[in-house]
Every structure is written in structure tokens, then in C-alpha cells.
């Protein structure tokens, strides 16, 4: 448990470092099985991913319900079932760390696609996939993210940010990091060579 915690605090502070996130923006879980059930470990809401302490990050099963010895009172991140969801569909996924990463989430307010980049896995479509905007925090979100994630790793969300996934909560860091510089390059060479 100690080590899913300090994952995630080691996570939160790396994407906030990398200019991933700001403000009390972002959130990040991992899982763990534990006696064959599934332990989630989330960063709280309304808390910058740059101040976060241990007892901060908040422990749930998968149906969202506190567990653990109560070490942590704060409120789960408003995008906990959004996490859930994810859990659920995918059984190889331990990580997840959603940003509203500038570069990622412009591309997201455009009608422009992105496109998936050597460096980071197998390329097997041209483009991120995307789903259409749903409000922040709202099940229809979690609704959505869940029927489209598929075997993505990377999902757009339209008008909002980009959730990426990993088999462990540093490999999730690690794509949301790369998807923003590959968003970064794309952005730049299509404004060199016109878009
Ligand atoms: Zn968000």
C-alpha cells in the first residue's frame, strides 16, 4: 500500500515538475490487487498535484467506497469513476494520470487530430482517439471514457484534456509527458509548414 501511495505522490509531483498540470488541475490513481481485490489510491480534488502528502491520497475499491485504515479524510478527485471505469474495462491498465496539458488539450479545443508518434509503444492507429466533450466530473464522462477506451492508452477528451494509461502509474506519467511533446512538434511543424 505504502508503495501504490508513493507512487502516486511520486507521479503527481513529476507531471506538476514537467508543466503537465496547474493549479488544483489533473488527477492520478493507481491499483494494486490485495487478496484478490482491487485497492485504488487517487489523488484528493481540489488539492494542487504540487503540495500533495501521503495521508492526502485517498484509498477506494473499485465500486468507490473508502477503504484502508482511514489515513486519509480528503475527498477523492472529482474524476474518481472516470478512474473506476477505466479499472474495470482493463485488467492490464494500473495507472492512469489525466492533465489538462497545454499543448494536448489546445489541439483538443481544434478540429485538428493528433497524430500517435514514434517512441512510445506500437503504432497501430494514425491517430489519438478522441471522444466527444461531456462535462468534467459528470458520469456521463465516465460513461463515455469507459465505452471508448478500448485498447487505447492515450484518449482525447474534446474541449478538455487527454488521459493516459500504463501498466504501472510512472509508465502513465511517462505517455502523458510524451503525448504533450509530440503535441508540442506537431503544433510547431504545422505552423512551419502550414497547417
Ligand atoms: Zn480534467
Do not use: C, W
Not at 494542487?48 to 485504515?69: A, C, H, P, Q
Not at 492533465?99 to 494514425?126: A, C, Q, W
Not at 485498447?151 to 474534446?158: C, Q, W
Not at 478538455?160 to 503535441?183: M, N, P, Q, R
Amino acid at each position: 500500500m505504502d508503495n501504490l501511495i508513493n507512487s502516486v505522490l511520486e507521479v503527481s509531483q513529476y507531471v506538476f515538475d514537467r508543466k503537465l498540470v496547474s493549479g488544483k488541475a489533473g488527477n492520478i490513481s493507481g491499483r494494486i490487487k490485495y487478496n484478490g481485490k482491487d485497492i485504488i489510491a487517487i489523488t484528493p480534488t481540489l488539492i494542487s498535484l504540487n503540495r500533495l502528502k501521503y495521508e492526502d491520497i485517498v484509498l477506494v475499491d473499485i465500486e468507490g467506497n473508502f477503504i484502508g485504515d482511514g489515513i486519509s479524510n480528503k475527498k477523492p478527485s472529482s474524476e474518481l469513476f472516470m478512474h473506476l471505469n477505466i479499472y474495470k474495462k482493463r485488467n492490464d491498465i494500473n495507472g492512469i494520470v489525466h492533465t489538462h496539458s497545454p499543448y494536448v488539450t489546445g489541439f483538443s479545443f481544434s478540429d485538428k487530430k493528433l497524430k500517435r508518434m514514434e517512441g512510445f509503444g506500437k503504432i497501430e492507429n494514425e491517430f489519438l482517439k478522441e471522444i466527444p466533450y461531456k462535462k468534467p466530473g459528470s458520469e456521463e464522462l465516465a460513461i463515455h471514457v469507459a465505452s471508448a477506451i478500448g485498447n487505447e492508452d492515450v484518449l482525447i477528451l474534446k474541449k478538455h484534456g487527454v488521459i493516459a494509461l500504463g501498466k504501472t502509474i510512472e509508465e502513465a506519467g511517462d505517455l502523458a509527458e510524451f503525448v504533450e511533446e509530440t503535441s508540442k512538434i506537431q503544433f510547431i511543424s504545422n505552423i512551419l509548414n502550414g497547417f
